[in-house]
């Protein structure tokens, strides 16, 4: 098997994303060290527990992100880490910078300090997003192409209290500036908004807006364009990308982008009857939606699943664990 024999680390592995990876990783043979806040909080990591192959190759650490040197053991004799772990909210910033940039800057940069006394590790996949991307003052429109070269602008951010986004580009800018000199290369995955089944019990922030949307609590959708990508999809994006040697840079993570008009009109015909929104906040013109370049990740190995298919896991996803169980659709 592919992994037999070497091990790796992952940051918050019990999160949305984190889950699948443990999973795909189990499967492929890998010996998985998993980091989390509480290793015996059930609640939150029994489903890792559970998954096959846990019990002969999973074992799960406490580690606090802003600890210093909080990794640092963990990370001895690991082939790679795929660091995760870091907060996803938006709604409820009260503290941006307790809440958002210091686990995501000092977080990242706390995981890579520990991989460079870590001679065994030979690459870190680092966890960013299309948000560390798209967040500036450029041009939208049906004719405008995004790819990897393109960065977020952290003043923009500040300007428009996009903190989540401003949080995702400087930790990701500054994890490229720390690994220019290490023995250890860098690959960062930039997933759109991840959706799709949940192996977790918790209900992480993407899922959760969809999930506001089918139980009518959203009254009228934003007037916004996002990418969406499926969560397994985004795994995979993950292993594959510490199992290519050729792997290098970022990549970005979008089956299709959509303005959330679309998104409704998506779950219509999949969830029918439940009462989603059915117009548009605020005055002004629809956002404009734009195009994502695949070219790059598909050379990768990475095939999209369907937006529909991705919302039909989730659905189906949100009645398994009886969040949708008191609606009839």
């Not at 680390?9 to 889950?19: D, K, L, P, Q, R």
């Not at 998993?34 to 015996?40: E, I, K, L, W, Y």
């Not at 890792?48 to 406490?62: D, F, N, S, V, W």
């Not at 290098?248 to 299709?256: C, K, M």
């Given at each position: 098997m592919e992994g037999q024999g070497k091990t790796i680390?992952?940051?918050?592995?019990?999160?949305?994303?984190?889950?699948w990876i443990v999973k795909f990783l189990l499967e492929r043979g890998y010996t998985v060290s998993?980091?989390?806040?509480?290793?015996?909080d059930t609640a939150k990591v029994g489903h890792?527990?559970?998954?096959?192959?846990?019990?002969?190759?999973?074992?799960?650490?406490?580690a606090d992100l802003l600890a210093d040197g909080a990794?640092?053991?963990?990370?001895?004799?690991?082939?790679?880490?795929?660091?995760?772990?870091?907060?996803y909210i938006v709604k409820g910033i009260t503290d941006?910078?307790?809440?958002?940039?210091?686990?995501?800057i000092k977080g990242t940069l706390n995981v890579l300090q520990s991989a460079a006394k870590a001679p065994s590790v030979k690459r870190v996949v680092l966890t960013s997003s299309?948000?560390?991307?798209?967040?500036?003052?450029?041009?939208r429109g049906p004719e405008v192409v995004v790819d990897e070269s393109w960065w977020s602008d952290p003043d923009y951010c500040t300007e428009n209290k996009g903190w989540y986004q401003k949080s995702k580009t400087v930790a990701e800018k500054q994890a490229w500036d720390f690994v220019k000199d290490k023995h250890f290369d860098l690959v960062v995955i930039n997933p759109a908004m991840v959706v799709g089944p949940l192996l977790q019990n918790t209900l992480n922030t993407s899922c959760e807006l969809i999930l506001d949307m089918l139980k009518g609590a959203i009254k009228e959708y934003a007037n916004a364009a996002f990418g969406y990508v499926n969560v397994k999809d985004v795994a995979l994006a993950h292993v594959l990308a510490f199992e290519n040697p050729t792997a290098?840079?970022?990549?970005?993570?979008?089956?299709?982008v959509l303005h959330y008009e679309d998104v409704v009109e998506i779950l219509k015909k999949i969830a029918p009857g439940y009462p989603l929104p059915s117009s548009m906040a605020g005055a002004g013109s629809k956002q404009p939606t734009y195009t994502i370049k695949h070219?790059?990740?598909?050379?990768?190995?990475?095939?999209?699943?369907?937006?529909?298919?991705?919302?039909?896991?989730?659905?189906?996803?949100l009645k398994e664990r009886g969040y949708l169980s008191n609606l009839t659709a």
């Open positions: 680390v992952v940051t918050g592995a019990n999160g949305f994303i984190a889950s998993g980091t989390v806040r509480n290793p015996d890792l527990l559970e998954l096959p192959g846990a019990k002969q190759h999973l074992t799960l650490h406490k990794f640092d053991q963990i990370v001895q004799g690991a082939d790679s880490i795929f660091h995760t772990a870091s907060p941006p910078e307790a809440q958002l940039l210091s686990p995501a299309v948000a560390a991307v798209v967040y500036n003052r450029k041009h290098e840079g970022r990549y970005i993570l979008a089956e299709r070219d790059k990740v598909e050379k990768l190995g990475v095939e999209f699943t369907s937006v529909e298919d991705s919302f039909a896991e989730l659905i189906e996803s």
